[in-house]
């Protein structure tokens, strides 16, 4: 069973920075796609950003949100157990509570939209709050 923790959510005001951190058991970064979502209050959740499986040829694809590709980076550390999103330029609409997931181990779908439906393990949230 994957289990996932996220950290690092606070209030920050408009146009500062802030990286959310992710943990989990295991070898769940090795093995599985893992990636970012987010919920603002009344709002279907969202997705946020992706990464693939790590592979011996490669660094991991990485996915973005369009509306968050130029500010948002998603970085994963396999020998810390961690992914981390690196936001910058924040802004009130970026206020929602972000959510770390995980594809089931060996998931064989290219990183991109058909990737998402996959990913079916969920952290319990971290709030992220933008003051203008």
């Known amino acids: 069973q994957i289990q996932l923790q996220e950290s690092g959510g606070r209030s920050v005001q408009t146009g500062g920075s802030l990286t959310l951190s992710c943990t989990s058991s295991?070898?769940?970064?090795?093995?599985?796609?893992v990636g970012w979502f987010r919920r603002a209050a009344g709002k279907e959740r969202e997705f946020v950003a992706a990464?693939?499986?790590?592979?011996?040829?490669?660094?991991?694809?990485?996915y973005y949100a369009r509306s968050m590709e130029d500010r948002f980076t998603i970085t994963r550390d396999i020998n810390k157990n961690m992914l981390y999103l690196h936001m910058t330029d924040l802004t009130p609409t970026d206020t929602a509570v972000y959510y770390c997931s995980a594809t089931p181990p060996y998931t064989l779908v290219r990183v991109g939209p058909a990737l998402l439906p996959h990913f079916s393990y969920w952290g319990r949230g971290t709030q992220v709050t933008v003051s203008s």
């Open positions: 990464i693939g499986r790590p592979s011996e040829w490669s660094d991991a694809d990485t």
């Open positions: 295991g070898d769940t970064f090795r093995n599985s796609a």
